[in-house]
């Protein structure tokens, strides 16, 4: 079995709790973030077909895209706050 190239992105957030919510900007020159898996981009607006305007985040604001989470977190030990 081939090792997902996703849990080496996901490394840094290890054992993590996440939210799901919207994405909302950290301040004006930040528009954007990037899923600590595969690296997809979250903006508040869906202007692109493959952008995403929501997912899973960390109170520090790393993101995880909805595919990522459901596929890495028994990996990674991500846990889902209500």
């Known amino acids: ?21 919207h994405y909302k900007r950290r301040s004006e020159t930040s528009e954007h973030e990037h899923c600590v898996g595969c690296w997809t981009k979250f903006m508040e607006e869906k202007i692109a077909p493959d952008l995403l305007t929501e997912g899973y985040a960390t109170d520090n604001d790393q ?17 889902l706050l209500s």
């Open 1 to 21: 079995m081939t090792r997902d190239w996703r849990l080496d992105n996901a490394k840094c957030s290890q054992g993590a709790s996440f939210r799901f919510k």
């Open 63 to 79: 993101w995880v895209c909805a595919e990522c989470f459901r596929d890495l977190k028994e990996s990674t030990g991500w846990k």
